[in-house]
């Protein structure tokens, strides 16, 4: 008789997903074992993307193996682009299915919102800890949903920035942000005045149109593009692209889901995995691009220490 599978709920997540530090390393080898191809042991396609055109909405399944990790998983995700002001549904909702892979059981049904948020902020400080100017002071996040919450909680723990700014297509939205979090932001009225001078830019919107110009990024910063998950959705323009060194979580995914590398043409340098790995250089001198889209490798690596967290009761 198969055992129930286990609920872990978003409290449930939040608990045993606690520390980056605990994280980043083990997001770390999983991202070189992707890199490496066949010799490591992971298998993850392209993200599997259903529109759900009458509602403006997709849901994406995301399945991977790592055979380093011994672990199986399956994230689904819906994200939509428009949420109306009576909604009180976030624009992108997640679960994660956590297999044994020795036979196929499901081990545990967990909230995969929390996963999303802390592994997404986690994979671009680890871009961020390798491409970074060396001498980085300014930290901007153009955004304040979820993911610039989870993204400057990482980047408080692992960085020290001596100035943070924020901007927000809705500036209360950015106040509240500035007032939510710890320490003290700084809220902008324009992206020009967000990023300029900034070391290191996080964008975390959803835009669909360019709104971070090449013509405002200091020369050598490092930009962290997190947004535009689809092949017809910008957040960067073509100048910021052509000028910048080019960083993937996958080569492949970004050549079928990023609009920004898709639609400016511009030519991927490397994997992240592969500057983890040392097989690629990281070209902190110059300005540079991380294009992350989220990987399954990613989701399962954290899928996996929570419910080990959680089945050991600490």
């Not at 991202?31 to 849901?59: E, I």
């Not at 970004?254 to 991927?268: F, H, N, Q, R, T």
Request: net charge negative.
């Amino acid at each position: 008789m198969s055992s129930v599978p286990a609920f872990l709920s978003a409290e449930d997540v939040r608990a045993h997903l606690r520390s980056s530090s605990v994280l980043i390393p083990l997001l770390e080898a999983a991202l070189a074992n992707f890199s490496s191809g066949p010799d490591g042991g992971v298998v993850q396609p392209v993200r599997a993307v259903v529109p759900v055109a009458k509602h403006r909405g997709f849901l994406g399944v995301m399945p991977a193996y790592s055979a380093a990790e011994d672990a199986l998983t399956t994230k689904l995700v819906t994200f939509y682009e428009d949420r109306s002001t009576t909604s009180t549904a976030p624009s992108h909702q997640a679960t994660v299915l956590l297999f044994e892979p020795s036979n196929g059981s499901l081990l545990a049904v967990m909230d995969g919102n929390v996963i999303t948020a802390k592994r997404t902020a986690a994979v671009s400080a680890i871009a961020t800890k390798f491409l970074k100017p060396p001498s980085s002071e300014v930290l901007c996040i153009l955004g304040a949903g979820v993911q610039a919450y989870s993204h400057y909680e990482v980047f408080a723990e692992q960085f020290s920035f001596n100035e943070v700014r924020i901007w927000n297509r809705t500036r209360e939205n950015a106040e509240k942000f500035a007032n939510t979090v710890q320490g003290e932001i700084k809220v902008c009225s324009s992206v020009q005045e967000a990023v300029t001078g900034a070391d290191v830019i996080i964008t975390v919107t959803m835009a669909t149109e360019p709104i971070l110009f090449g013509e405002w990024v200091k020369p050598g910063a490092h930009v962290n593009a997190i947004g535009a998950s689809r092949p017809d959705w910008r957040e960067l323009d073509d100048e910021l692209m052509s000028q910048a060194v080019l960083y993937v979580d996958s080569r492949e995914a970004a050549l079928k889901e990023s609009g920004d590398v898709l639609l400016s043409g511009a030519e991927i340098f490397a994997e992240l995995g592969e500057v983890v790995k040392g097989v690629k250089p990281a070209e902190c001198e110059k300005t540079t691009v991380f294009k992350s889209l989220g990987m399954a490798v990613e989701d399962m690596v954290a899928a996996k220490l929570v419910y080990e967290s959680w089945s050991s009761g600490k």
